[in-house]
């Protein structure tokens, strides 16, 4: 089955060169052996006669590149050792291992047991050295630790796809013919390619590793980089990278009152043309080893910010209540004001219509959750994108989580594609500013 696999590869478009470099191979061989031959018997004539001499002499050549023995010449060739200092070792090994850990989820095809090596080349690389071997150079320590994860990803990447069976094939087992593969110089094309690879891998990793590609496309294009969507995902995938995707939202706490008295005001007008207009509210819950504790939320629909919250171990209408009054405290509320919720207990208590006296209250439809959707998606995707991948042990590292990510990346930094793919915080300052300058020009 590998034997078949690899020559399927072998024969691709792609690879039309390797074969005719394997061709050619073969003839130098033959005529080798033939004038060895000639030299020993004069009586041989038949060039067919050298040709499958040859033929088999470099067949045996490539067994032994393809076996375990390649794979260890190989790493003698290019000077590439285990680790042994015990500092250097510690400080790459945890980060290969995060990356390998990350790479093996994402593509399985990925070999088990892949081992880490190093040379002293002064040159920033890594190469695959064999099948189950990477190798990085002593100069890869001095990069910053997105760069080493971008090229053990690349590295990762072709060990899936089984690349270093085909450099074998080609090489065999020169020395010469390896190292000028390893020192090949990389065209103008190939250093753009690895640039905005370093720095798709800069922004996924500063989004919390949650964005996909029409995000990193937008972000690219804020800094000058022309590219296609496609383009960078092809790229991503090269990389073994991609969004966080989980299955849609759900409902996570039903409704109880079912009262016709409670309007749907807001009747799914989910785009507001100022902030301040329409809030929408929900809670949900968070697993942690301790037991579940709530989320409770106050978005504001302009700018989809979140501009209230708060955790609690029970779901009870005061914190429901801690939250308005939070988002009353923090926004400016003399217009008129929506706010938007479902018709679960907290939201229909006397304690909330107390709290929400000067405002329009407005509930989804009976059973409906669609009608809150954008504080529904919200709850989805801060446990997508950040919550899921933590072993949560108790409230505090709940909050420690929720906190980041809300105050650090959500508001401040997560593009949107309701916002023109800017934060939040950016897009109301860009309405700020722009109302600010039509008033002035208006009196």
Excluded at 48 to 58: E, F, M, N, P
Excluded at 294 to 305: E, P, Q
Aim: aromatic share 12%; with cysteine; charged share 25%.
């Amino acid at each position: 089955m590998y034997i078949v696999d690899l020559g399927k590869r072998l024969f691709h478009k792609n690879n039309i060169p390797v074969l005719l470099y394997l061709v050619l191979n073969v003839f130098v061989s033959a005529i080798f052996i033939g004038l060895l031959e000639d030299m020993f018997d004069p009586q041989i004539e038949s060039y067919s006669t050298y040709l499958v001499h040859g033929l088999i002499a470099y067949m045996i050549s490539l067994l032994i590149a393809l076996s375990p023995i390649g794979e260890v010449i190989m790493r003698i060739q290019t000077g590439c050792e285990l680790i042994d200092d015990e500092n250097t070792l510690n400080y790459i090994q945890s980060i290969f291992e995060e990356v390998y850990k990350e790479a093996r989820e994402k593509n399985p095809e990925i070999p088990e047991n892949v081992q880490l090596y190093m040379n002293n080349e002064m040159e920033a690389n890594a190469f695959a050295t064999g099948r189950k071997t990477l190798c990085i150079t002593k100069e890869m320590l001095a990069m910053p630790k997105n760069y080493i994860k971008a090229a053990l990803s690349h590295e990762f990447g072709h060990l899936a796809h089984k690349d270093t069976d085909l450099v074998m094939l080609v090489l065999g087992v020169s020395r010469s013919g390896y190292l000028a593969w390893f020192h090949h110089v990389p065209s103008d094309t190939e250093k753009r390619r690895k640039a905005v690879k370093a720095k798709i891998q800069d922004i996924y990793d500063d989004s919390k590793q949650s964005y996909g590609a029409p995000k990193i496309t937008v972000e690219l294009r804020k800094t000058g980089e022309v590219i296609s969507e496609r383009t960078v995902g092809t790229y991503m995938r090269q990389m073994g990278i991609r969004a966080q995707w989980s299955k849609p939202w759900t409902i996570t706490i039903k409704d109880s009152d079912f009262s016709t008295e409670l309007q749907n005001i807001l009747d799914e007008q989910f785009n507001p043309d100022r902030p301040n207009a329409v809030w929408c509210s929900d809670s949900t819950y968070i697993w942690t080893i301790d037991g579940f504790v709530y989320l409770t939320s106050v978005m504001d629909l302009f700018s989809r910010k979140i501009i209230a919250w708060t955790l609690s171990e029970t779901l009870e209408v005061s914190c429901v209540i801690d939250t308005i009054n939070k988002a009353k405290a923090r926004r400016n509320i003399d217009q008129p004001l929506i706010i938007h919720s479902d018709r679960g207990s907290q939201y229909v208590a006397k304690e909330y219509k107390k709290a929400t006296e000067n405002m329009q209250r407005s509930y989804s439809k009976k059973a409906f959750p669609w009608d809150n959707a954008c504080i529904e998606s919200f709850h989805s995707i801060i446990k997508r994108e950040w919550l899921n991948r933590f072993k949560i042990r108790d409230y505090k590292q709940a909050y420690q989580l929720i906190f980041e990510y809300l105050e650090a990346f959500y508001n401040t930094k997560r593009i949107h594609s309701h916002c023109n793919y800017m934060s939040p915080n950016e897009f109301e300052r860009v309405y700020e500013r722009t109302h600010t300058e039509a008033e002035f020009l208006a009196g």
